[in-house]
């Protein structure tokens, strides 16, 4: 016969004859390893869920959404000197909510050692007594996330070099527990999560300048961007005047009777160069959206570094900002931005590998608007950095020191969250701030706001919206008493099967008494991760429990098992475990760690 512990994928229900086996084996045998894998059982279609049923599972397929009614946020506080500060507690904040006061409902300290996950396995095997398993070796699995990203559609060569040769020599200041990927915005370069360095620095030969269009070509008139937002954008009387000038002299050889086409000529190309320069813009957001997308997949915490000059973004892109800004928040993703030009004086001629042609006339006109340009470039990598609570690290030489810090984990931060009071489900931005309490003179990092949801889901989109978020995450929560083991047992040198027991402690759960019975429904949900941070399989089960009083004081004392198993190759593997109630809406998380030796 089946052990009643093994609780399989189909459909099926645990009778009160089952139900008490299987509280008596879990109370006997819940600290012990099983050696063998049972066999699956099937239960008759005729066996479906009813009422006069205490406990059924069935399979849920998980749906992935953003959780919006929990905000959080990461706070890093500095001194000085830049040391962040440790020891402090949940009273020594306070949060506000556009200038109203919120009540800080979770509180957590997060050091790189608090993330350490604790192997909860040992082989399955029927030659081996499952009184003394023999514990697997764990890898350092990861805990922190890094997208370094290069933006190669704006850089220049001068600048690509000094970067890629900066960027070579922080991988061996990484963690073990850090995973790195190297993007580009053009697209062209793409190294997934991995801690293999010598692959990095191999991936960043390939970083080099990769403009879109209109390299080494000069129009007539020749407008750069900058003087085409200026004549289009904000219609600039002075900026057309000068472009019409240009038109005058590179196309009609100074003939003055012939301004008025010069003026409609000028018109045009700005027109178009400002298009160009849209287009190139829009280019780089939606490869940083895809990026951040990609980042926000990954089980930990959530890394951008940002390498650019920077890029003028004109008011029709500036909502894309916004958007993008919002769509990191969402995912708890800081983005730290660096200059690549580092330390740098406006440069009157601009790229020297590709002189303008300006007339006499027009010349200073015309270095003026470059070195505005080069100016307002960086604006964007400031907004980045600011709306996602990120350091821009600008007018500085020492890159590879901004890119260190850039990657570094801070030796300690502060994990709030808040629940919004009166939230309007209007889409309107929340300006959020951080403060002390005390008058220390400390800087403060952290996102600086949010945006409302624009509809209201139901109950039940909601509880799977939290689940996903909190599945995607390392954060561990206690809300519900559950305890999380894995067991494995090896087919052969390339598969094997992976059981991950979830032991709930009944007292702990909110049940609501109705016709004689207690109820309450838990969903369980389960993702594995590779050692990189890559998604591996999972699956999500809700367990409907309508317990007599009986058998609901029996289990107070015992508390009940449930059992998953997925089909996996050999290897380390990240466990993450959810479990959420339907009744009290509390949740719990859990981390385990599994090696299952080739």
């Known amino acids: 016969m089946a052990s009643p512990l093994q609780l399989p994928f189909t459909r099926r229900t645990i009778s009160a004859f089952w139900l008490a086996s299987l509280t008596?084996?879990?109370?006997?045998?819940?600290?012990a390893q099983a050696q063998e894998a049972p066999a699956k059982t099937e239960a008759p279609a005729s066996q479906a869920p009813n009422d006069s049923s205490e406990v059924s599972t069935r399979d849920s397929a998980a749906t992935f959404r953003v959780r919006v009614n929990l905000v959080l946020l990461r706070v890093v506080v500095r001194d000085g000197s830049g040391k962040a500060i440790a020891n402090l507690k949940k009273e020594d904040f306070q949060l506000s909510d556009n200038r109203k006061p919120q009540v800080i409902s979770t509180f957590s300290v997060e050091t790189p050692e608090s993330h350490r996950v604790a192997s909860t396995t040992a082989p399955a095997n029927s030659d081996e007594s499952a009184d003394n398993p023999a514990p697997a070796p764990v890898a350092a699995l990861p805990q922190r996330f890094v997208a370094v990203v290069f933006d190669d559609t704006d850089m220049l060569m001068d600048d690509t070099v000094w970067v890629r040769s900066?960027?070579?020599?922080?991988?061996?200041?990484?963690?073990?527990?850090?995973?790195?990927a190297i993007y580009s915005t053009s697209g062209q370069v793409t190294q997934e999560f991995t801690t293999d360095h010598e692959r990095l620095k191999e991936t960043l030969l390939g970083v080099i300048p990769r403009p879109l269009a209109g390299a080494g070509f000069h129009d007539c008139p020749d407008i750069g961007y900058y003087q085409a937002n200026q004549i289009d954008n904000l219609h600039d009387p002075q900026a057309l005047a000068v472009a019409t000038e240009d038109a005058v002299q590179c196309a009609f050889n100074g003939d003055e009777q012939f301004r008025a086409q010069a003026q409609a000529l000028a018109q045009s190309v700005s027109?178009?160069?400002?298009?160009?320069?849209?287009?190139?813009?829009?280019?780089?957001?939606?490869?940083?959206?895809?990026?951040?997308?990609?980042?926000?997949?990954?089980?930990?915490?959530?890394?951008?570094?940002?390498?650019s000059p920077g890029f003028i973004v004109t008011p029709m892109l500036s909502l894309e900002g916004s958007s993008l800004i919002d769509?990191?928040?969402?995912?708890n993703i800081v983005i730290n931005t660096i200059d690549a030009r580092g330390l740098y004086t406006p440069d009157l001629a601009g790229d020297?590998?590709?002189p303008p042609r300006d007339s006499a006339k027009t010349a200073g006109f015309k270095s003026s608007y470059r070195i505005a340009a080069q100016s307002v470039q960086s604006d964007i990598l400031s907004q980045l950095a600011d709306g996602t609570g990120g350091t821009f690290f600008h007018n500085r030489n020492d890159i590879d020191e901004g890119l260190r810090e850039a990657t570094a984990a801070p030796t300690v931060s502060y994990l709030l969250g808040f629940s919004p009071q009166n939230l309007k489900i209007d889409g309107r931005y929340h300006a959020l701030k951080v403060v002390l309490t005390g008058k220390q003179k400390y800087a403060?990092?952290?996102?600086h706001g949010y945006y409302?949801?624009?509809?209201?889901?139901?109950?039940?989109?909601?509880?799977?919206?939290e689940i996903q978020e909190a599945l995607f995450s390392q954060d561990e929560i206690h809300d519900l008493p559950v305890e999380l083991q894995t067991q494995f047992f090896k087919k052969d040198q390339a598969q094997a099967r992976l059981a991950v027991l979830t032991h709930v402690d009944v007292k702990g759960i909110r049940f609501r008494k109705a016709d004689g019975r207690n109820r309450d429904n838990l969903t369980v949900a389960t993702a594995i991760f590779d050692e990189n941070g890559n998604f591996v399989t999972g699956g999500e089960k809700i367990v409907e429990m309508r317990l007599l009083d009986n058998t609901f004081a029996r289990l107070s004392h015992s508390g009940f098992t449930l059992k998953s198993s997925f089909d996996i190759k050999p290897g380390t593997y990240l466990v993450r475990l959810v479990v959420r109630d339907a009744e009290g809406a509390q949740m719990a998380a859990r981390n385990g760690a599994v090696n299952i030796p080739y």
């Open 452 to 465: 409302a949801p624009r509809s209201i889901a139901d109950p039940a989109e909601a509880a799977k919206e």
């Open 444 to 447: 403060v990092q952290a996102r």
């Open 24 to 31: 008596a084996f879990c109370a006997a045998r819940m600290n």
């Open 271 to 307: 027109s178009r160069t400002l298009a160009n320069g849209d287009s190139q813009v829009n280019y780089v957001y939606r490869h940083l959206e895809n990026i951040i997308k990609r980042l926000s997949s990954m089980p930990g915490q959530r890394v951008v570094a940002f390498v």
């Open 327 to 331: 769509r990191a928040n969402r995912s």
């Open 352 to 354: 020297i590998s590709d």
């Open 166 to 180: 900066a960027a070579s020599r922080l991988f061996a200041s990484l963690a073990p527990t850090d995973r790195v």
